[in-house]
């Protein structure tokens, strides 16, 4: 006897549309993107830090920098980073709670009329890429004294001194005295119609004078700014990469730590020149400093002179000459070794 059975009739399209799929609201997003583009968007994929050594790796000025005066633009300490209050200002590192073993910024606050935790970073043409957006901040923060306030703001500037600004956005969050994840989302808004006189923009982290005193301190880890209305982990970069970013601001010559030899020409029986080739093509020509530095110039492999400083001349925002003196012919060739002190070329904003 033959059995016939039947079955219902069914739309596989929609049985598979029922299927539950362990993707959650974030994966449900991604599937229903209907390009690349929104798929990147979403994930927030490739560089997104706009905070540039936000890991704190890069200190070409020194990694204990004490300062003496209170004041935008001045207090250099880790590159691109200003203090503004008087104190000593150092890298350190640790193990923070999330398990990655980082440099971290350590501020001792010192001796002045007012003082404070107060550190903050100038951003390249930050105004037209901040302005009439939501800004999230995150970072790590430890202080020595818990349930301050602290204001952070982004403003649109022309440069480091504040001379013309606006405030785009700002938050206030209270510290602690252990390590503490902060992520603040800030709604910014659109200063781009006074682009021309402030195009760029400044994140910076502001403390109340009555809270803080000589000694106090704050750590500060893995700084990052990011478009959006969440706070996503933290970018890291290599040294190398973090380093020719910097460098477009700041090149340090530190004869100290490491002998720097250049090749030059006799000028004169008594001066030699010799170029000093950046690594990378400066912001601008940059403003140059001595600092504490000796020379040593050889003419026909003879030692002739030890100078202390050297002569900077034709600074461009590709190299810089400098001469110093010397004893020889002119028109031979010479060789110059930086034996101590530091050449500070700075082209900060």
Known sequence: ????????????REKLAELDKPSGIAGEAMLRAETPQEQFNLINAGRKN???????DVWQRGTSITTTGNGYGINYTSDRWIAYFIGTYSKQSTSLP?????????GVLGAGGSNRLNINQVIENGNSLLSGKNVTVSFW?????ANKSILIRLLAVNNSTFSSNAVLGQDTFHTDTAWKKYEITVPCINDTANISSRPHAILE?????????????????QVQIELGKVATPFEHRSYGEELALC???????DGTTDQHNFLGTNYTTTNTYFKVQYPVMMRAAPATSVNTL???????????????GAVMNNVSKLSAQLYTVITGTAGHASHTDIISGKLVFDAEL
């Open 1 to 12: 006897m033959a059995v016939k059975f039947t079955k219902p009739e069914i739309n596989i």
């Open 98 to 106: 999330n398990g990655d073993y980082v440099n971290y910024f350590r």
């Open 294 to 308: 000796i020379v040593s110039s050889y003419s026909a492999g003879v030692a002739t002179a030890v100078e202390v």
């Open 205 to 221: 982290m502001d403390g109340v004078d009555a809270d803080w005193g000589n000694g106090d301190t704050f750590e500060i880890a």
């Open 141 to 145: 923060l430890k202080c020595n004294i």
């Open 50 to 56: 706009l905070i540039m050594n936000g890991s704190f």
């Open 247 to 253: 460098l477009r601001y700041c090149y340090v010559l």
